[in-house]
C-alpha cells in the first residue's frame, strides 16, 4: 500500500489564512447584509504600475509574433530581470551581488517553503515566535520539525525564539547551537525592523557555528526609517552565512502575477557545496520559470518612471498603515509596526486572547483582521492588521473598531 508522508498528518488544522478565510466565509454566510472590510491577509489592494501594464501588454503582442515567442524560459529568470535585479536593489547599495546569484521565482512563499530541499533534515531550525507559518508548517512537512505539542502550540524539535514587546520583537541569538535561523525583518506579523548591528551579530552567529541565514525581506520596501539595512547582504560576511528572498508583491503589487526572487551568494558553501549550485539544480529540475510576460512586467518597475509609480503606491499603504497606527493608538490600544512595514500589530484589549478579538471585531465591526495566536504562541494577546486596503476602507475599519471598543 502506497505510504503518505506522515509529516503532514502532524500539522495541526488548516494553513492560518485558510482558516481565516472559513471563519470569515461563515460569517458572511450568516450575514449576507453586513459589509467586511478585509485587513487580515496582506494582499494588495491597488492596481498594478501604468509602466508595468504597458511592458506587459508589448510583451503580449511579443509572443503573438514568430520572432518575439517565448517558449520555456530559462528556470533562474531572464537575464534582462536578473540584471536589472542585482543592478539596482544591490549593486546601487554597494553590495556586489551578480545576476547569477539571483533565481527568479514564482513566490518567496514557494521559495522559503522550497529553499528546505536542499538541507538535510537533521539540522536543527531556528524561527521566530510569532512567525510567518510557512517556515514553521514547510519544516514540519519535511519532518524537520518533530511533533507538534498542542498543549504549547509548539513543535517540538524546532527551536523558537520569542519576539515580545519586553525584547522589542527583537529575537535574542540562541546559546545554544542551530543550524538553519529564518529571519523576516520588516517582520512579518510584528512590523518590527533589524538595525545593523542586530544582523552583524546574527551574521557573526552563523558563520561561527556554520549555521545558515534564510532571510525574508518581502518587505524591504516599507523600510523608511535612515540607516535600517534594505538587504542582509549590507552586512559584512554575510555573503558565506546568507539565502536572501525578495518579492514584488507586496513592493509592486504582484500578489496575483506571481514574481519573488532569491539570492543565493556564490560564495555560500557548507559540506563542500555550492548552496548557489544545489539551488540551482533544485530549481532546474522543478521549476520551469516564471512566465515571461510577468518578467517583462518586474522588469519595468526598475525603470524611472516605474519605480516612481511603485513608490507612489508604497506611499499610499504608508499612508494607511499611520492611519490604523494611530487610530488604534487613539482607541487605546497599544501598537507597534507600521512604521517601516504594512503591518501593525496591537495588544488585545484586556488581555483578551486573539482569537476572542478578532471574533469580537469581526462580529460588532466587521472588519477582518490576523490572530496573533495564529503566528505562534508568542502571538497571543496580539492583532496583526494590514495596510494593504483602499484608503476609504482603512479610515472606515478604525472607526469602526474605535466604536467596537
Ligand atoms: C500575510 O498576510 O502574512 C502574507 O500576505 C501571506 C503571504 O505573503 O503569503
Sequence with gaps: MTKINENYRKLPGSYLFSEIARRVAAYSEAHPEKTLIKLGIGDVTRPLAPAVIAAMHAAVDEMGTAEGFHGYGPEQGYAFLREAIAAQDYQTRGVAIAADEIFVSDG?????????????????????????????????????????????????????????????????????????????????????????????????????????????????????????????????????????????????????????????????????????????????????????????GAAAIYTPEGRAQVMETIAFYQNNAKVIREGLAAAGLTVSGGTDSPYVWAKTPDGMASWGFFDLLLQKANVVTTPGAGFGPSGEGYIRLTAFGGAEATAEAVKRIKEAL
Design 108 to 296: 518567496a512563499k514557494s521559495d522559503c517553503g522550497n529553499i528546505g530541499d536542499i538541507f538535510g533534515v537533521e539540522n536543527v531550525v531556528a524561527v521566530c515566535d510569532p512567525v510567518y507559518p510557512v517556515y514553521v508548517d514547510t519544516n514540519a512537512m519535511a519532518g524537520r520539525a518533530g511533533e507538534y505539542d498542542e498543549r504549547s502550540g509548539r513543535w517540538t524539535r524546532l527551536h523558537y525564539m520569542p519576539c515580545t514587546a519586553e525584547n522589542g520583537f527583537s529575537p535574542a541569538i540562541p546559546e545554544e547551537r542551530v543550524d538553519l535561523i529564518y529571519l523576516c525583518f520588516p517582520n512579518n506579523p510584528t512590523g518590527a525592523v533589524a538595525t545593523r548591528e542586530q544582523l552583524k551579530a546574527w551574521v557573526d552567529y552563523a558563520n561561527a557555528n556554520g549555521a545558515v541565514i534564510l532571510y525574508d525581506s518581502a518587505y524591504e520596501a516599507f523600510i523608511t526609517t535612515p540607516g535600517i539595512p534594505h538587504t542582509i547582504f549590507e552586512i559584512e560576511g554575510a555573503k558565506t552565512c546568507a539565502i536572501e528572498f525578495r518579492s514584488f508583491s507586496k513592493t509592486a503589487g504582484f500578489t496575483g502575477n506571481r514574481c519573488a526572487y532569491t539570492v543565493v551568494p556564490k560564495e555560500l558553501e557548507r559540506g563542500g557545496a555550492s548552496l548557489n549550485a544545489l539551488w540551482n539544480r533544485r530549481q532546474t529540475t522543478k521549476f520551469n520559470g516564471v512566465p515571461y510576460v510577468v518578467q517583462r
